[in-house]
Structure formats: structure tokens, C-alpha cells
């Protein structure tokens, strides 16, 4: 009866420490917010992400690089070894990948004010965090021809 007892409290606990991973696949489910607080949707998310990876410079360049698809990737500063939830927009540049922190507000995310974009960098998304700041490199060594591109909103 005693192991009975013990099994069952184990088993619970057990049960009850399930590891419960967010499941960020569906974002339009998710609510957004910009740096300011104000309520974002997905449309208005991308279109403002594509205005800051296609700087006005040549109007013809404009036209190259869209965000393509977002997803939610957590990053570990190499210094800090704090965890950060970070946005990601793979591009219609197959070597352009983007990046912004979230953090939790309200009923979703937050978006920081801060972007990074990295060009060719390597077949994914080579964002790294070193004590807080943005770098573009694999594994934390940087490649010759990656590009970093960090923009703040204001």
C-alpha cells in the first residue's frame, strides 16, 4: 500500500512538471505590439519590417528583399547566457535573414525598437547576442562576407 502511495505521488509529480513549450508556429494567433506599446497586426508588422531591410537608397534595390516568413527562435547571449524570444523574418533574398527581441506584454509581444539584418552570413538566421548587442557571425565567428545591418525605430 505504502509503494502504492508513493508511486501515485511520484507519477503526479512527474505530471505535473511537464516542460510546457510555447507553441509560437501559429503568429497571426499571437498579438504584436511595436516598441511604442501600440497594438500591430501581422500586415502592418511586415510592411514596416520591409521598409527597415530596404533602406531608400535605389528604389529598384526596394523591390529585391521582402519578409518571406516569420518565426520565433530563442537565442543565448554569448556573454550573458541570458535566454531572449527572438522575431525572425527570413527574406525573398535567400541570404538576408532579420531579426528583432520580443519580450512579453500585455496578452503577447513586444517588439524592440532595435533590428538587425545579416547578409550573407550563411543558409540561416546568424544573429548573435553578445551582452545585449547585435552581431552577424556563425557560432560567433565572423565570416568574410557577412554584412550586419542594425536599424532603430524611432
Known amino acids: 500500500m505504502r509503494t502504492s502511495i508513493v508511486l501515485l505521488a511520484l507519477s503526479i509529480i512527474l505530471i505535473s512538471c511537464n516542460n ?3 507553441d509560437f508556429s501559429n503568429l497571426e494567433s499571437i498579438s504584436f505590439y511595436d516598441f511604442k506599446g501600440s497594438e ?11 521598409t527597415t531591410i530596404n533602406p531608400i537608397i535605389h528604389e529598384d534595390i526596394r523591390n529585391e528583399q521582402r519578409v518571406k516568413d516569420l518565426y520565433i527562435k530563442t537565442i543565448r547571449d554569448n556573454s550573458s547566457n541570458e535566454d531572449y524570444l ?13 531579426g528583432k527581441v520580443i519580450s512579453s506584454f500585455k496578452d503577447g509581444f513586444k517588439l524592440s525598437d532595435t533590428t538587425v539584418t545579416c547578409t550573407n552570413c550563411g543558409p540561416e538566421f ?15 565567428k565572423a565570416t568574410d562576407d557577412c554584412m550586419k545591418t542594425s536599424t532603430l525605430d524611432y
Do not use: F, P, R
Not at 40 to 50: G, V
Not at 86 to 98: D, K
Not at 126 to 140: H, M, P, S, Y
Open 20 to 22: 510546457h513549450q510555447k
Open 40 to 50: 500591430i497586426t501581422m500586415d502592418q508588422l511586415k510592411k514596416e519590417w520591409n
Open 126 to 140: 546568424q544573429g548573435e547576442l553578445v551582452d545585449g548587442e547585435w552581431i552577424c557571425a556563425n557560432k560567433g
Open 86 to 98: 527572438v522575431l525572425v523574418a527570413s527574406t525573398s533574398n535567400i541570404n538576408t535573414y532579420s
